[in-house]
Each structure stands twice: as C-alpha cells, then as structure tokens.
C-alpha cells in the first residue's frame, strides 16, 4: 500500500508516495481492474458470438430470406406483380421470364430453379430445358413459341407457384413446415394431401419426447435413489454402471441395440426360448416407433439419473426417521417428506432429457425407420439432400421458439429456482 502525504498549499490534497494524487491513483487502478476483467471476459465472449449469437442469427435470416430468386428474375416478379392471376399470364410476363432465363448465368438458373422447384415441382428441368431451346428463339410472340417449346408453359400452376416467391422476405417456409404454402394470390392455404407430412412429424417428436421423459423418470428414479441410499462399495459399482455410457461410442451403443431388438436378435431368441412368444410371432421392435423409444430411452437415462441423484444425496435421512417416529408409514414418510425434497433433481433432468430428445437425430436415424423419424431427420434432410435450407432454417427455428416456451411454461408452474443439476 503506498503511503499517502499532504500537499502543501492553500487547499490540502491527498497524494501517494510518488507524489500522484491519491484520487487519480485510484481512478488508474480501477481502470486496470476493469481492462483485466474484460480480457477474462472476452475469450468466452468471443466464443459465444461466434458459435451461438451468428449461427442463430443466420438461422433466423434463412428462414425468411426470398432475395435471390427475385434478384435472378427481376422481370418476371416485377410483371407477376400486374398479372390478375386468373387465367395464363399476358405476353409481356412471358417475355420478361424469356429475357430473364436467356439473360441469365448459369449459376443464377441453378439457384433460382432450385428455390423454385421447392414451391412448385418440375421448376428447376423447365428451366434448364428452356435455356437451351430459347436459344432458337429470335423474336416474340413469345407465349406462343415458349408453349410450344415445352407445354408446361401453358399450366398456370406453374405461373402461380412464383407468388410464393414474390416477396424478397417471406413466412413461406414456416407454413410449409407446417404444411401450409402461399398461393397466387398470397392466401395461406393447405398443402396438397400427398405433401401434409410434417405436421404428423412434429406431432410424433413431441410424442416421442414425452415418452422418452416419463420412462426415464420411472426408470430413472428408483436407480438414484438406490445410489443415494445404498452402502459406498455398493454405490460405487453402481454408479460405474451409470457411467459406462458415458465412456462408450454412442453410435456402438445403437448397433448394439439394432442387434439386440432385431426379430433374430437376443430379446426375441429369449422371449422365444422361454416360450413367453412363439417362434411365428416375433416381436417387431426395429425401424419403428417402438425401437426408437427404447433405444433413445436408455441412451438418455444416465442424463435423467445423475441430477436426482445428486439432490437425493444432499437428502438428510434423519427427516425420514422423523417423520417415521411421528407415526408416518414408511411409504407415507416417502411420498410426503423425501419426494417433494427431490423434485428440484427431477426437475432439471426432465428439462436435459425432454430439450436433448425433442432435436434427436442420429438413433432415430438408425433404428426408427419411417415410423420413427423425428422433426430432426426432416431438418439434416434438407440440409444435406434438398438443400432446401430455408425450410430447414424455418423448423430449426420453430423448434428453438417451442423449447424456450416449454422453458418457460416450466418456469412458470415449477420455478426455475427450484431445479438443481447438485
């Protein structure tokens, strides 16, 4: 601590022993302070931005963003907004979609054909057909040259599919992943019945999810509180059990299920051996509903354990044996003075488990079969195979605003507060 000395002069002032004054002394340390606090800060800071803060950001800009299809075929959309949609386009729209795809690069008619074949099938080889022929095309009439081209000129529900597009941002791809679309004259309406599939996919994620929590929470429980309860070398044995998971490659896990449920796998082999079931009437446990929910079951038990454990081991037994020598059965000791202590554990492994199985993708992968995709199959499909990343952005996004409100509705009935993880 530096020593402190009073000026000399008219008004005394406080000053170190270098002669600073003792307030700007303080006011350079405090900044130091403070710029070491910032470095500390800024590494996870910077970590946080760039993983989570613009991924998301993207996230939500792909979902609405329609401004590259309109920017390939500027004409087209700027007639489209003149045309009364009601019967085929006039020949100033077909001449400006001639210009455009003619005028066009090729790397603007793949995109632009692409976006356009997610509204409307058959977009994306009308147009690469059509570039090549409108080569021998001089001069208009135009509508009448482009129809005989390729007749699908002529069908109007190619020329109304574009309404779905002509909006440089657009809520397009939420209602298609809800199994709406716009039409032409931007009315939400239903899809056709052969497309209304992801509303049955986001019905069976939350079925799934559900399932998933509850069979953990009943397996789940009583292995916890056998670890909290159970002497130390017993625990101990125990608890390598729960973790051994952990220590395994998730995906040699799943194999090890799909040969175990498979109809000459080990469960049937035993269920018939034992002759619970005839040899004829195996079990069908994979690449199905039921698959799904057992094997995600077991991979997300050890998530749904380790928090009630770790609140039950806090649990003093001398509120049990209280309440037993003022006259409670055990079972009524249980239920009325050791469960309602627990539930802050319960509460934050049903979070941990319902928010990792809601986006679960890989075990439905293998073993669910069409019976067993979940919303987050739909996602890594079109990211990977359609490349439609809109629609996938648009669910993506669906289901974060559906976590954070089941967040919240568990806020709310629960108590953020009352959940601990130990």
Known sequence: MADIALSGGSTE??????????????????????????????????????????????????????????EYFPRVFAEFQLWDKKELPPESMYEAMFLDIKNAEGLAIGKGSTRMNYAQSGWKSLMKKSRRKFKKIES???????????????QMKYWQSLGQMSDRYTAAYYWN?????????????????????????????????????????????????LLATLPLRYSNLLMICVLMPFWTSLLVRIVAWMIMLQQQGVVNESLVGLGIIADENRLAMMYNF?????????????????????????????YMRAAQNLGATPTWAFIKVYMPQSLPGIGAGVILVFIVAI???????????????????????????????????AMGVILLVAILFLYWVYDKIVGIDNMQMG
């Not at 403070?34 to 613009?54: C, M, N, R, S, Y």
């Not at 009439?141 to 699908?152: G, L, N, T, V």
């Open 290 to 318: 039921t698959g799904t929910i057992i094997v995600m079951t077991q991979v997300l038990l050890p998530f749904m354990i380790l928090p009630i454990y770790s609140v039950m081991k806090g649990i003093s037994p001398v």
């Open 140 to 154: 208009g009439p135009y509508k009448e040259a482009m129809i005989q081209s390729d007749k699908r000129w002529g």
């Open 13 to 70: 002032q406080l000053v170190t022993s270098d002669g600073r004054p003792l307030k700007a002394s303080l006011q350079r340390s405090l900044r130091q302070s403070k710029l070491k606090a910032a470095g500390l800060v800024a590494i996870p800071l910077l970590f946080l931005v760039v993983f989570f803060v613009i991924p998301v950001v993207d996230l939500l800009v792909n979902s609405v963003d329609d401004r590259k299809v309109n």
């Open 177 to 225: 992943a809800v199994d709406r679309k716009y039409d032409a004259n931007k009315s939400v309406i239903m899809q056709p019945e052969n497309r209304q599939v992801y509303v049955t996919f986001w019905k069976r994620t939350l079925l799934v999810s559900l399932l998933v929590t509850v069979f953990c929470v009943l397996l789940g429980y009583p292995a916890a509180y």
């Open 359 to 393: 986006g679960y993708y890989i075990t439905p992968e293998l073993v669910g079969g069409k019976d067993g995709q979940l919303i987050g199959n739909q996602i890594a499909y079109h990211l990977k195979s359609s490349l439609n990343w809109g629609l996938a952005s």
